[in-house]
């Protein structure tokens, strides 16, 4: 657990200040983290600016091989039929009624689902063949000793990132959620809990569950988005949303951006929970739809194809800034003791000044560069803690509590279910 120190030593007029420090503690990082990490992972859609070229090798992949067509023209077609005909048909209430009864991974596909979902859904829930599972219990072991900055990540970092995505904001403001923010952070962050879950992949987990609903989710967007006229007008040319390299954008904002990070904290890092960290990253983006050939074997291959698809890409868009808006305000509604500034100075030292000023973030003269100074410091305490007897135990109880608690928060008491959409945000 964290404890508050003073790192400038015989300076006390900064001691009130190094006391709101305590904001950027285990407890509010992880709320902010559950409430914000995995925006995108539900996104996807619309380009600003021409992408660069595709030149990422498929000698890189998880498959070692493939045919090297640019993903941008690739979406999913085991999927896009299926949901389509489902919403043409009339069948996405008695989908949905289907679905809210599966829940975990080991649970038969629940009764009353239509008969061409059911078939994709039984092939689509199948882990790939590669899968390991010991490298996805080294995963399970990196969370319960990292899930402080994982989650501080995925909530300062990702979630706010993916504001600067423009085809990602668009979708999330045009489609159906985009109606409900706080509701559709609650269904988001329940992907970004499961993937975490010392359980995730195992029988009695529920990623499967989440990857395939989510999945489920994407085709139906696909199908309604471009018959919506405010999302039509600002797609950039894009007729058809969530391809596989806008699935890929979202991933390395959220795997390779935070293995990124870790490494610039100089978080310690085994090479087995690196390793395992990549691979439960890898099995999501395969049990998402995304073609082996586009999965990076390697972090070295995962930041090579990070440079060259979401760099570039990053831009400032209407609907992203005002989605900044309702997200930090949502973070205020979960804790009133993170204010406005430290939360803007927090996300420009973890996003950098140039993501900062897409999404609007103001800039913070004095949290800046004292969260600069402090924050590694409080790493390196952290860290000299960890080896302790029941330290990992410990710290993970506290922070699984406070993880199902905002997912509680966000749902507002009546659970999450990942449901189909049948329509586009009301206009």
């Known amino acids: 657990m964290f404890h508050r120190t003073n790192p400038v030593h015989g300076a006390p007029e900064l001691e009130e200040e190094f006391e709101a420090m305590d904001d950027l503690s285990r407890r509010k990082m992880l709320i902010v983290g559950g409430a914000l990490g995995a ?22 992949s998880v498959a070692g091989k493939g045919a090297g067509v640019d993903p941008e023209w690739v979406w999913d077609e085991e999927a896009d039929p299926v949901l389509a005909a489902v919403i043409e048909r009339g069948d996405v209430a008695k989908a949905n009624a289907a679905l809210s009864k599966w829940t975990r991974n080991d649970q038969p596909l629940p009764a009353g689902l239509p008969a061409d979902l059911r078939d994709f859904m039984e092939k689509a829930r199948r882990l790939p063949a590669w899968a390991d599972r010991d490298k996805l219990a080294a995963a399970a072991r990196f969370t319960t000793k990292k899930g402080i900055y994982t989650g501080a990540l995925y909530g300062l970092g990702s979630g706010l990132m993916s504001c600067a995505i423009p085809r990602e904001a668009r979708a999330v403001y045009y489609s159906k959620g985009g109606a409900d923010m706080k509701d559709r ?31 489920l989710v994407h085709a139906a967007v696909r199908h309604l988005l471009p018959q919506s006229p405010g999302w039509s007008r600002t797609s950039g040319g894009q007729t058809i949303p969530i391809s596989q390299a806008d699935i890929m954008v979202t991933w390395h904002s959220l795997a390779t951006f935070v293995m990124s990070k870790l490494r610039d904290w100089r978080v310690p890092i ?24 586009y999965i990076p074997a390697t972090w070295d291959e995962a930041n090579a194809q990070s440079k060259q698809v979401l760099d570039p890409i ?5 609907e992203g800034n005002e989605l900044t808006d309702v997200l930090l305000d949502i973070v205020a509604e979960l804790d009133a003791g993170l204010t406005r500034p430290l939360i803007n100075g927090f996300a420009r030292y973890t996003l950098g000044d140039r993501t900062g000023n897409l999404i609007g973030l103001e ?21 000299g803690l960890i080896p302790l007897p029941l330290i990992p135990q410990a710290a993970w109880a506290v922070e699984e509590a406070l993880r199902k608690f905002v997912l509680l928060f966000l749902s507002e008491g009546r659970g999450i279910h990942l449901e189909i959409p049948d329509a586009n945000r009301p206009s």
Do not use: C, N
Request: hydrophobic share 45%; net charge negative.
């Open 363 to 383: 800039r913070e003269p004095f949290w800046q560069p004292l969260i600069g100074a402090a924050w590694p410091l409080l790493v390196a305490f952290r860290e």
């Open 314 to 318: 990053l831009a400032s868009t209407p």
């Open 270 to 293: 085994t090479t087995a929970e690196s390793d395992g960290y990549l691979h439960v990253w890898q099995v999501t983006a395969h049990m998402l739809g995304v073609l082996d050939e």
């Open 39 to 60: 925006l995108g992972t539900l996104g996807a859609a619309s380009p600003v600016h021409a992408r660069p070229l595709w030149t990422w090798a498929p000698s890189g």
């Open 185 to 215: 952070i609650a269904k988001t962050a329940q992907l970004g809990y499961d993937v975490g879950d010392l359980d995730a992949y195992q029988p009695r987990g529920g990623m499967i569950v989440t990857a395939v609903k989510t999945r």
